[in-house]
């Protein structure tokens, strides 16, 4: 008697994996038409490192280091410099004169953005980053800021036209 039921569980079990093949093979596929229709992300997808800036134009890196520290694949490079009152490139004291990151060590963690105190780096949604060459993976604060929003006078110059001594 307990062969018996053991063959019956056992033909119960396949019948049941059997019903939900069929059932999917009924269903319609999703698929995407990429690259002819762009891709569909979820919020959370971790891309490309985007730069951010605040509603000024100013970049918010402040050249603190804490991305670069926390980074466990040292693949962020920073080299930071002052803000002048001729030139003001960010809100702090620091700008990132030299912000570096080497995608061909990145691992795409997020650490880096979770220890930003400033919210300036953030991982966009890019992904095509390919390439034959490894020095094109080596990608550069231009490369990563993103656009001064409309309305946005950048970078901030001291105005220069009514200085004392100008003539007129």
Do not use: W
């Not at 034959?132 to 990563?144: A, F, W």
């Amino acid at each position: 008697m307990a062969k018996i039921s053991e063959v019956l569980g056992g033909a119960a079990a396949i019948a049941k994996g059997m019903g939900i093949t069929f059932k999917e093979m009924m269903s319609p596929t999703l698929t995407e038409d990429y690259p002819e229709a762009p891709a569909q992300f979820q919020e959370r997808f971790r891309g490309v490192h985007e730069l951010q800036r605040d509603e000024n134009g100013l970049e918010k890196c402040v050249a603190c280091f804490l991305c670069a520290a926390a980074c466990p694949a040292d693949c962020i490079y920073i080299e930071a410099a002052e803000n002048t009152d001729q030139l003001r490139m960010s809100g702090g004291e620091r700008y990132a004169k030299v912000y570096n990151i080497d995608y061909n060590r990145c691992i795409f963690c997020g650490f880096c953005v979770e220890a930003c105190p400033t919210d300036a780096i953030t991982h966009g949604h890019g992904f095509e980053i390919a390439s034959y060459n490894t020095s094109t993976l080596i990608y550069r604060k231009e490369q990563m800021l993103v656009q001064v929003p409309a309305g946005a006078h950048f970078p901030l110059k001291a105005d220069t036209s009514n200085s004392p001594g100008s003539g007129h």
